[in-house]
């Protein structure tokens, strides 16, 4: 038989407030266990949540910039489990009037299509603390640092048909929290993560498939790799006439399968009911229209205006605009150039390699747009070459300097590209190897493209710097005078 | 000395009469003699009260004294206060010390009173006879088989006692005005909101209220232009201007209108009862107030709702206490299911208990619309039966409670009849508004309370009509026979 499948994800962010969404600690990642959890964060009896109007701000953003409906009542509610890094015995979250109502987002396919994938809601919660199980002789410690820290829980409708596409998905929510500056998208922290909901139907079929829920994935390549090992598992079920379970599972990176979750772990009646110790949060458009003025340019826009602003490439717009940093450093050092192609090829080659071989983010690294930009200016006026262009950079890049033209200088890196010192060369040149010219003069006209080559090497060689294109022009002068 | 009100106490002090380190001296001596019978104190804070009064000495022999320097109080134990045990009257906060102070206490802290201690309470404000504290029940002064009612029976009996001449107290759903009138002294419940909740314990956090227990309405307002006020550390405290509550007590009450519901003077009130309030009645009407009767049709609504959305509320507010963090904790516990268990069993009395599982159940998928949902319809119904009424009335009275106050143990197996306790009271708590109780008359030599509800934030009104009634009356300065 043949299977659609269909996949949603909810995705919690993390919001890069500095404070708490309910209390004055830090945000921090990385302290001491239990150093940023005040007495609210403990949940400790008598303390009282006041609501971080940051977070509120984010969210706003973040729904501004999906396109959706804002909630102007938004309703904080109480989900109610027993968990050690749970202090309180219930989290606050948004159950029926979440901040951020239906929206949508566009996601590129392979075929280079665009694919408009609908967000069902977002809403403003608290993330739990963690539960430390090693090292405590049989006991688990609690570290309450992350308990408190502001969430933002984006749903998507079931509108997925493939890993890829729900990779996709996943991909261009991290580059639009990052470009909105509301999420700080470091993956390996945690600061993004994703369950994802996975059913099987027959191709054809309206009525959805039982689905099953992975918990916690944590990076692009698993929400992909984690959808496929789950879409085989359900497959493999169906067409041997099985039943599939709705459940909630995990995935195992290393056996790259997906495994039930006790169903203790997951069978829970969360008695839902609004927080009697927060109000509403009401707005009016006035304070949404605010927010709205300080949205940044995102990635969709940014792209169709590298196309038409800049003449790039669809590819070329789609990846430099997919990351701000690396969208802000191109076209800085493309407006000092003001050569847009030749510094999308940089920035997406040797700029990109050199991001990949360090492993680090472009702001860290040492070379800045300007230099780049100052570097491509030379490269266009004639005064380096593209080889003496890479030895200046790579000079950047290891820190052996922060001087552009400096290093030109001091590398020696400068090309000459007068015509006359080329020419007093080129007759040198000429005149030591009578021989080659001979047989230069002996190649019939439609070869001597070719034969060409070693003078130019020769030139080269008797002075190292000069421009080749000139180099071309004045031989090609010279050798026609000759016959 | 322990004889004097809060309003003598504060003019002696400036007059030199004794100073505070004497008056602190002797109600200590009061407490250790007559409180072994008593019972309304929790802790004792013999040494931090006689550093506070030595300090509030100094300030006033630099001439820096300030009305409340060195005026003795109690705290009841449901407020946290720094360093000091606070438990609720429960086994599971026992050894609980909070690191900080409850804005109610520190704002007496910085007026420069000086606090005797903690004061018993039913266990976590649930019940109304103090019979529910883990810390022994609670002896009426005026009779010692007898209930103080509940749940600030300490504070109510520790001023009717003579030991403190005021005390904080809590009111849920009638938690200050039927101890205040089963002890015959003055109770106040302010405005929901008018009062900081921060480090005040939750049971239910939509209708707690912080409020007052003195001898007189004068002293009530004292303490209330202490207490009142906006805090930025509870959302739900409202941000409005607080007068000075002393100012309006004498006004005149000519032509004051006084609502009598109804629904207060039926069967359910015995006729003796029903003649004390009658007679206090009367005494308004020689002040020249008018009297009008006035219906509330959903009183009979009261006591379901609010015995759905407390307990609710408290089933949430009282997850914390897992025995995890602080608190009670049982012993060797084998793993985490069994630590909450057997903490929450061990810890918890059987009234808590019985709240925890109304609650639990009442949130409970597919329970949530029938109960909680209809209690919250009904809250609003009963909050327009206010409402209304006080588009033709200034105040509205009628009695505390259907009885005086009732043998220990005679209503502790049937929860039902102790609940119709508050039945005059709770639905205040629901619409949010203000009360008092004020002493009003004996039936059995035991003292009866006249009930003044006010509408939002006419809390001086109430305290006007109530000091206007204590300055035709004695009823407030009648003493229990052995104290």
Known sequence: MEWEVVIGLEIHAQLATKSKIFSGASTAYGADANTQACAVDLGLPGVLPVFNEDALRMAVKFGLAIDAEIGLKSVFDRKNYFYPDSPKGYQTTQLHHPIVGMGHIEIELDNGETKRINVTRAHLEEDAGKSVHEGFDGMSGIDLNRAGTPLIEIVSEPEMRTAKEAAAYFKKMHSIVTYLGICDGDLSQGSMRCDCNVSLRPKGQEEFGTRTEIKNVNSFRNVERAINAEIERQMDIL??????????????????????????????????????DLLPVIIDQDYVDAVAATLPELPNAKRTRFESEHGLSA???????????????????????????????WVQGDVSAALNRLEISIGELSITAEQLGRILQLIKDSTLNNGGAKEVFNALIDGKGDDVDGLVDSLGLKQVSDTGTIEEIVAKVLADNPKLVEGYLATPVEKRGKAMGPFIGLTRKAAAGVNPQVVMEVLKKKLEELG | MHNKTIAEISRDLASGEYSSTELTTDLLNRVKQLDGDINSFITVTDEQALAQAKAADERRAAGNADAWTGVPIAHKDIFCTNGVLTTCGSKMLSNFEAPYDATVVSKFNDAGA??????????????????????????????????????????????????????????????????AALCGVTGLKPTYGRISRWG?????????????????????????????????????????????????????????????????????????????????????????????????????????????IAPSECSANLSRMDGVRFG??????????????????????????????????????????????????????????????????????????????????????????????????????????????????????????????GNFFDEGRLLNAAHKFQQATDWHLKTPADI
């Open chain 1, 239 to 276: 067409e041997d006439g099985g039943k599939i379970l709705q459940e909630t599972r995990l995935y195992d990176a290393d056996k790259n399968e997906t495994r039930a979750m006790r169903s203790k772990e997951v069978e829970n009646d969360y008695r839902y009911f609004p927080c009697p």
């Open chain 1, 315 to 345: 590819t070329d717009a789609g990846v430099l605009a997919a990351n701000r940093e690396l969208a802000d450093f191109f076209e800085t050092a493309a407006k000092a150039a003001s050569d847009y192609k030749l510094a999308a090829n």
């Open chain 2, 114 to 179: 000086v606090s005797l201690g903690k004061l018993n309470m039913d266990e976590f404000a649930m019940g109304s006879s103090n019979e529910s504290s883990f810390f022994g029940p609670v002896a009426n002064p005026w009779d010692k088989e007898r209930v103080p009612g509940g749940s600030s029976g300490g504070s109510a009996a520790a001023v009717a006692a003579r030991l403190v001449p005021g005390a904080t107290a809590t009111d849920t759903g009638g938690s200050i005005r039927q101890p």
């Open chain 2, 200 to 308: 005040m314990i939750a049971y239910a956090s939509s209708l707690d209220q912080a409020g007052t227990i003195t001898r007189t309405a004068e002293d009530a307002a004292l303490m209330m232009n202490v207490m009142a006020g906006f805090d930025p550390k509870d959302s739900t405290s409202v941000d409005r201007e607080v007068p000075d509550y002393t100012s309006s007590l004498d006004n005149s009450i000519e032509g004051m209108t006084i609502g009598l519901p109804k629904e207060y003077f039926r069967d359910d009130l015995s006729a003796d009862m029903q003649q004390q309030v009658r007679n206090a009645i009367a005494e308004y009407e020689k002040m020249g107030a008018k009297v009008k009767e006035i219906s509330l049709p959903n009183t009979h609504l009261a006591i379901p709702a609010y015995y759905v």
């Open chain 2, 328 to 453: 009670y904790r049982c012993e060797d516990p084998k793993d985490v299911e069994d630590l909450y268990c057997r903490s929450r069993g061990e810890g918890f009395g059987n009234e808590v208990k019985r709240r925890i599982m109304i609650g639990s159940y009442a949130l409970s998928a597919g329970f949530y619309d029938a109960y909680y949902k209809k209690a919250q319809q009904v809250r609003r119904l009963i909050r327009n039966d206010f409402t209304n009424a006080f588009n033709d009335v200034d105040v509205i009275m009628g009695p505390v409670t259907p009885t005086p106050a009732f043998k220990r143990g005679e209503k502790t197996s049937d929860p039902v009849e102790m609940y119709l306790e508050d039945i005059f009271t709770i639905a205040l708590n629901l619409a949010g508004l203000p009360g008092m109780s004020v002493p009003c008359g004996q039936v059995n030599n035991l003292p009866v309370g006249l009930q003044l509800i």
